[in-house]
């Protein structure tokens, strides 16, 4: 699975941005699918998950203001982010794996490339 993710930017703080991880392959929609983010300096961390049934869950400081779903007819994974804020700045990775689907991205399969997300205050 070859995973390429795109949407980030800079944007003010309250501010919005989506988005998106393409992925390839037949079988995208078997598969569970991630996101995680890195600031400099930190461990990379989970933010959400939708499972292959549709089943989400979220990192806590992201809970109401992010939604992850997916679209399996494109092989599409998004990630809406609303209500940004500073801490929120890093690279977002997206992520695949036909097993798992934990908070523990070292169970995680395959990977994107990651795209910047940075939010001014």
């Known amino acids: 699975v070859q995973l390429q993710a795109s949407g980030g930017g800079l944007v003010q703080a309250g501010g919005s941005l989506r988005l998106s991880c393409a992925a390839s392959?037949?079988?995208?929609?078997?598969?569970?699918m991630g996101w995680f983010r890195q600031a400099p300096g930190k461990e990379r961390e989970f933010v959400a998950v939708?499972?292959?049934?549709?089943?989400?869950s979220y990192e806590d400081s992201v809970k109401g203001r992010f939604t992850i779903s997916r679209e399996n007819a494109e092989n599409t994974v998004y990630l809406e982010m609303n209500s940004l804020k500073p801490e929120d700045t890093a690279v977002y990775h997206c992520?695949?794996?036909?097993?798992?689907?934990?908070?523990?991205?070292?169970?995680?399969?395959?990977w994107g490339q990651g795209t910047q997300v940075t939010v001014s205050s």
């Open positions: 992520a695949a794996d036909p097993y798992s689907g934990g908070t523990r991205f070292r169970e995680w399969h395959y």
């Open positions: 392959g037949r079988t995208f929609s078997s598969y569970h």
């Open positions: 939708i499972g292959s049934g549709g089943t989400t």
